[in-house]
């Protein structure tokens, strides 16, 4: 890969096209990229390491960028694996480099490597800075965005943001260079760093008084242009406002009948008008994908079976999923089905219920195993509620 980002500032990350699962629950069919950098000025800084997965092609380009030179500061924004896991090989090929972190940073780093820290850690704080030569870097903690020990890096001299995971996306580098970014992005975002809105927010505030020019993520492209379009999303997702006027059908279907209300309620909210109707089954799409559109849209009917006394357990695990991830400021509907004592509603309620800012609509529309032509008034009612 050919990515270009100054005379003196190098990207040697790598692609990861093999990855079946990222953290081993996020399906990534364009794969993910591990993204590093180094600044090569007086005094050379290395920003992150990559997965264990890729350190062999990282340690090539690493040391092609270098032309012979070493590395005098690691720059240690993150230590998730992903980006940490190469650390101990870098100590290896340059004992005398210096860690640079914040004072969680080497709290954690023991819990992942066991060589002695003593002697060389550089610890910083909010505003501290570090002098490369003509390239100054100041430091920016963003605890929570989205482990404790996360901080960001601003280098002044060419205004670049080394924003550890903020503003990544899934896809490696060199299947995804002409895709479109907000798509993966807002997968990425908000199955890894939605809960973390607030401390998302702090960050967006902070970078606020930066004058930024680009944006070096540890995932995804490098942002050159059009920043304001990146941010403003930032924005929207980490203030769980809804992206897009819409409504997502979530559906949790046992023998399909559930699944037939569903396509036939999108059906009626389309001819009433819906600027944007998407249905999901949950038992066979992506949960990842439905997550996304759950907080991309401004609404949302929740439709599923009843289930041992309670609810299908797709559809459980989709609303324990919306609340770790704390969805918020939505309208909702309910669907139920049952044969003979529904329960899905109860179920779905009971934690719909612990949002925040989330209105269920009435009414509720209980099917007795398939549609029929008497239930017709109830979606309509409903449909009407949501518009």
């Known amino acids: 890969m050919n990515i270009t980002i100054s005379d003196s500032i190098k990207y040697i990350g790598v692609d990861d096209t093999t990855i079946d699962l990222f953290e081993s629950q996020y399906v990534v069919p364009e794969g993910v990229s591990y993204n590093s950098y180094v600044i090569l000025d007086d005094k050379v800084a290395l920003m992150d390491t990559v997965d264990k997965r890729g350190m062999e092609e990282w340690e090539a380009n690493l040391m092609n960028a270098l032309g012979g030179r070493k590395v005098d500061y690691l720059v240690v924004q993150h230590l998730e694996p992903d980006h940490a896991g190469s650390i101990a090989r870098l100590v290896e090929l340059f004992p005398d480099v210096t860690l640079v972190g914040n004072e969680k940073t080497f709290q954690m780093m023991p819990q992942f490597f066991d060589f002695p820290l003593e002697g060389r850690t550089l610890t910083v704080k909010e505003g501290d800075t570090l002098s490369l030569g003509s390239h100054t870097l100041t430091f920016v903690m963003a605890p929570m965005v ?63 008084g930066l004058d930024i020019s680009m944006i070096c993520p540890l995932h995804g492209p490098i942002l050159k242009e059009n920043l304001g379009y990146y941010l403003d999303l930032y924005n929207t997702w980490s203030s769980y406002e ?100 529904p329960t899905a509603a ?42």
């Open 146 to 208: 989205h482990w404790p020990e996360v901080m960001v890096s601003y280098e002044s001299s060419e205004k670049i943001l080394f924003s550890a995971d903020g503003f990544g996306k899934f896809g490696a580098l060199s299947l995804t260079e002409n895709e479109d970014w907000a798509c993966e992005a807002r997968r990425y975002y908000f199955n890894i760093v939605g809960k973390y809105g607030a401390s998302v927010q702090a960050l967006l505030k902070k970078a606020a």
């Open 242 to 341: 809804p992206e897009s006027k819409g409504i997502l059908i979530a559906y949790a279907s046992i023998h399909g009948n559930t699944g037939v209300v569903a396509e036939k309620l999108g059906e009626i909210l389309r001819q009433k008008g819906a600027e944007k109707v998407v249905v999901s089954d949950l038992a066979r799409e992506d949960m990842a994908e439905v997550i996304e559109d759950a907080f991309r849209y401004d609404r949302m009917i929740v439709a599923a079976a009843s289930y041992d006394g309670g609810v299908f357990p797709c559809m459980q695990d989709f609303l324990h999923h919306l609340q770790s991830k704390a969805y918020q400021n939505r309208k909702v509907g309910v669907l139920e089905n049952g044969s003979w004592g």
């Open 346 to 387: 109860r179920a779905m309620k009971a934690t719909l219920e612990t949002l925040k800012n989330v209105t269920i609509v009435e009414p509720t529309v209980t099917i007795m195993s398939t549609l029929k032509d008497s239930d017709m008034p109830n979606l309509e009612a409903l449909a009407d509620a949501m518009l």
